[in-house]
């Protein structure tokens, strides 16, 4: 391998590789976000435990949600990305609506980041201090309005790093997505690979953009962090949480 034929194919197809890079990260970055999301949505009702009082029908209910996210998180979790991006694609395409690409790639990142991001949630949401839950309850709050108002920034916060890691492992993954003819970064590479019959040179280069990418990510989450952790009130853990728990409920 030369140095200089890495500087060489860097410098001829700088274009393509920014092409590819600017498509990873649009892919990368909505595809956690919107995983986010999901994982908001499913890990909180997975967490939320009906009351006693509950009626037959709603339990019946509970469970049945339940069963169908646990396979949600299963399925997807339990099967690689590639086979993912395959299935869906084509099942779509085929029979339902010949979609964008683009909007395929978001769409499967998405759903499979939701199903990691799900449990992520879940067990941000099982750290936070059962007592909150109960101090809030007290107040009156609904197991909704708990769940909004006090334990799910909490989870948030706690499971901050593992969410931040998603990111770093969806730039990375989003590499399998040229399976469906994604213009990303490791599209890019293979056909400039193709043309310039420099292999080793150009998946260098390309090694060295993922790396970059991914560390540059890792220093602004960790910024992230550090700016949410210093922003912590000075007061004992205990006034804390009775202090955030009496302001959701005052905004209710």
Not at 191 to 198: D, N, P
């Amino acid at each position: 391998m030369s140095l200089a034929k890495c500087l060489e194919i860097l410098s001829k197809y700088y274009l393509s590789f920014l092409l590819g890079i600017r498509t990873t990260l649009i892919v990368a970055l909505s595809g956690t976000l919107i995983g986010l999301c999901i994982g908001l949505l499913v890990g909180g009702v997975r967490a939320i435990k009906l009351d006693k009082t509950a009626s037959g029908f709603n339990k019946t209910l509970k469970k049945i949600i339940d069963l169908i996210l646990k396979v949600y998180i299963e399925v997807f979790r339990g099967t690689p990305m590639m086979v993912q991006a395959v299935f869906i694609y084509y099942l779509v395409y085929t029979n339902i609506v010949r979609w964008d690409k683009m909007v395929a790639a978001i769409f499967i990142i998405s759903i499979n980041t939701g199903a990691y991001m799900a449990e992520i949630v879940r067990s941000g949401i099982q750290a936070v201090d059962v007592g909150q839950n109960e101090a809030a309850r007290s107040l009156g709050m609904s197991s909704m309005q708990t769940m909004m108002n006090v334990i799910l920034p909490q989870a948030i916060k706690n499971a901050f790093p593992a969410i931040g890691n998603e990111l770093i492992v969806n730039i990375k993954d989003s590499s399998v997505l040229m399976i469906i003819s994604i213009t990303e970064l490791m599209f890019q590479s293979n056909s400039i690979a193709g043309t310039t019959y420099r292999f080793t040179e150009t998946y260098f280069v390309t090694a060295m953009i993922y790396l970059c990418l991914t560390t540059f990510s890792s220093l602004i989450l960790n910024a992230i962090e550090k700016k949410m952790n210093n922003t912590e009130t000075s007061l004992p853990q205990s006034d804390t949480n009775f202090h955030s728990i009496n302001i959701a409920k005052k905004g209710d």
